[in-house]
């Protein structure tokens, strides 16, 4: 009797139950505004807004794009870079750019 077919059935089930959506979620303090997101749930959430589910909404694997508002005249631009863990803040009077550091589960 072959066993791979059985091991390799297992082996995937065991990765993915391992691999839930809630163990990508990554949270950052960019100088005092609290950034969360998930790449696989494609969340995006600054400030306590979500962005993910307003227009003009891209994640790629860098970056993170949304708005705060959707008039053009008032809208606040927000890019996250995942490499460069920082925040950027663009309106019509400049731009904001803020370190963010991870904040980790305490797995205690």
């Known amino acids: 009797m072959n066993l791979n077919p059985l091991i390799t059935v297992c082996c995937v089930f065991a990765f993915f ?3 839930s959506s809630k163990n990508l ?3 950052f303090d960019c100088e005092g505004t609290k950034v ?3 790449d696989y ?3 995006f959430e600054v400030g306590g807004m979500e962005l ?3 227009q ?3 994640m790629n694997q860098i970056t993170i794009f949304g708005k705060f508002n ?3 005249e008032e809208a606040i631009i ?3 870079n995942k490499i460069n863990q920082e925040l950027e803040l663009k309106d019509s009077k400049g731009i904001i750019t803020k370190q963010c550091i991870e904040l980790l589960e305490d797995t205690n």
């Open 78 to 80: 927000v890019t996250f």
């Open 41 to 43: 749930e494609r969340f």
């Open 70 to 72: 959707q008039n053009i």
């Open 36 to 38: 969360q997101f998930n």
């Open 25 to 27: 979620d990554k949270e």
């Open 17 to 19: 139950l391992g691999c």
């Open 52 to 54: 993910s589910a307003q």
């Open 56 to 58: 003009d909404f891209f």
